[in-house]
């Protein structure tokens, strides 16, 4: 049973399609000389290099307004203000920890009061129609209460995200917009009667009015969004003013609610050192963003423009699954800020990747579209994040629910006529959230089969050395996970995987994420065995993502 992409069809079905491919398929690749005609081989130890924060499968539910996406309110049945319940129920097969809302960028450019009824600065108890950062119009129909109705059914956490550029494009009233923009955490958060800073609507009142008197008890709170870009503010934006403004917002955040766990924008080491200054361990989490490809207008090899039509499909593939930096073994492992500033400074702070994915699409010709090399891509992304999850313990995969965006990870129907289904993006990151462990286990790869990837796509840039197969495992309780990444475009790789160094209890299930023939599209295949050796020859199927599950005693 094949099905476009894993639809709510097919939710809770097993796939049972084991694939054996054969020995004989042909690619291009080599071997490092001292591992030529050597087995590959994955070997798996006891040793838990560090913790992995369930955090890190996280989602950002975003609202878009521009490019013909509206995310969340594309899916409200219309008339009302709630879900259609098709896309709740495919949100509840995810594992979906917490939940980054609403912004992004528009988050930086709307009044958050249009997401609630009864907000006193305006005339019309009833939600306005906004306008978004580009000048399109989007509804209010999925506002802020029925995003808490979500999170609890979910059982999610949330990031909250406030908007900073109202006070720093506007210094002279700096104050006045922070006050505003932290009254979503007061209408949040905070009691009804509670004290509140001096100036602060009686925001509590409101949600009471509205129909909940209990506090919605969000857990996170982001200040900003992507203020490094294109170092938007000029010279206001030096560490010094930037880290002023946040302190400013800060110091309301904990009046209104200490407890909660509050993220900031650090893209430099001054800005590091700044917040480290003014705020020392008020700030709980430095975030960054992390997309790749983007806009693929060119195709270059050796730095020169080539023909993407003439480009043999099976090279674009095997640069489109590659999107991070490769070690000396050819695995996923390239640190970004702020990871390397936390790595560097002791990890006085934690890392939240608050928005990531695979992210690409081609305004020029070429021999492949991205298709299921998307997913490929996020599993690449996963595992560069569980390498680093002594630093990462927060990442939210954008963008979770839309209607015609690429990089959506549910796509919905507006009318509801159709059922729901998970693009290739969302399919990858559903299978890794439900199929892993809390520990990061020491795993020793030796004689991996390698490629050199010489092309760049935009933001994807030449690797000298691929490794087809990349690893990680991780552990939790009595279950060890082994994740593998077949990059090959054509070619079934061959392994010997040793866990010798665990008691297995006998249950071994092989899941796998397989390419369709289209190579759009994916679907999973499962099949539980005995594992009665310790040592044993896998295979991993082309253009596949494999985890093993073994039960141990």
């Known amino acids: ?5 894993f639809s709510l069809l097919s939710i809770g079905v097993i796939i049972i399609s084991f694939t054996i491919l054969s ?8 071997h490092d000389p001292d591992s030529e005609g050597k087995a590959q081989t994955i070997k798996i130890h006891q040793a838990v290099l560090h913790q992995i924060d369930e955090n890190v499968f996280g989602q950002f539910l975003e609202r878009a307004s521009w490019g013909g996406e509206m995310g969340p309110e594309g899916a409200v049945i219309p008339g009302t203000h709630q879900l259609q319940q098709a896309v709740i129920d495919s949100l509840k097969t995810m594992f979906i920890p917490v939940m980054r809302f609403p912004g992004g960028t528009d988050a930086e450019n709307m009044n958050w009061t249009d997401m609630i009824d009864n907000a006193p600065d305006r005339d019309n108890p009833e939600r306005p129609v906004s306008i978004g950062n580009r000048g399109d119009e989007i509804t209010n129909r999925f506002g802020w209460d029925e ?35 932290v009254g979503l955490l007061a ?16 925001w509590p009142a409101v949600r009471q009015k509205n129909g909940h008197t209990a506090p919605f008890n969000f857990e996170y709170v982001q200040i900003g969004n992507e203020l490094w870009i294109d170092n938007r503010y000029g010279s206001i934006n030096s560490p010094q003013n930037f880290v002023a403004h946040v302190k400013r917002y800060v110091d309301l955040i904990e009046a209104i609610d200490p407890d909660i766990q509050i993220i900031t924008d650090c893209w430099s080491q001054s800005v590091y050192d700044e917040i480290k200054k ?18 693929i207008g060119s195709i270059m090899k050796d730095g020169v423009k080539v023909d993407g039509t003439a480009v043999p499909p099976g090279d674009i593939w095997q640069a489109m699954v590659a999107p991070l930096k490769c070690d000396e073994l050819g695995q996923a492992r390239e640190a970004h800020e702020p990871i ?60 979770l629910v839309g209607t015609s965006w690429g990089i959506t990870g549910l796509r919905v129907d507006p009318d509801g006529s159709e059922l729901p289904y998970f693009l290739p993006q969302g399919l990858a990151m559903r299978f890794y959230a439900n199929n892993s462990g809390s520990n990061f286990q020491q795993v020793t790869l030796e004689h991996l089969e390698t490629y050199a990837q010489p092309y760049g796509l935009q933001n994807i840039k030449p690797n000298e050395k691929v490794a087809y197969l990349d ?38 299930t092989i ?9 759009d599209s994916g679907y999973i295949s499962e099949e539980t065995k005995e594992a009665t050796e310790s040592v044993m020859d896998m295979e991993f199927p082309s253009k596949s993502i494999t985890i093993l599950k073994f039960k141990l005693n």
């Not at 949040?188 to 001096?198: D, M």
């Not at 899941?511 to 190579?519: K, P, Q």
């Open 471 to 508: 690893v990680v495992a991780t552990s939790k309780g009595d279950e060890l996970f082994v994740h593998v990444i077949n990059r090959s475009f054509d070619k079934a790789q061959h392994a010997k995987l040793d866990i010798s160094e665990f008691y297995l209890s006998g249950g071994l």
């Open 187 to 202: 209408y949040c958060n905070a009691e009804v009667g509670q004290t509140l800073p001096e100036g602060m609507h009686d």
């Open 23 to 30: 020995c004989a398929e042909k690619e291009s690749g080599h």
């Open 147 to 181: 995003y808490n109705e979500l999170a609890k059914e979910l059982g999610s956490e949330t990031i909250m995200v406030l908007n900073l550029t109202d006070a720093m494009e506007n210094p002279a009233e700096a104050d006045a917009h922070a006050l505003h923009n």
């Open 278 to 295: 003014e705020l020392g361990n008020r700030i709980d989490y430095l975030a960054n963003h992390l997309y790749k490809p983007m806009n």
């Open 511 to 519: 899941m796998r994420l397989l390419t369709d023939e289209s190579l």
């Open 340 to 399: 390397k500033l936390v790595r560097d400074n002791g990890f006085e702070y934690k890392v939240a990747v608050t928005e990531w994915n695979w992210n690409g699409w081609f305004s020029t010709k070429a021999s492949i579209k991205p298709g299921m090399a998307n997913g490929m891509g996020v599993a690449s992304f996963i595992h560069y994040m569980l390498r680093f999850g002594d630093a990462v313990k927060m990442a939210n995969q954008s963008m």
């Open 1 to 5: 049973m094949k099905t476009r992409f």
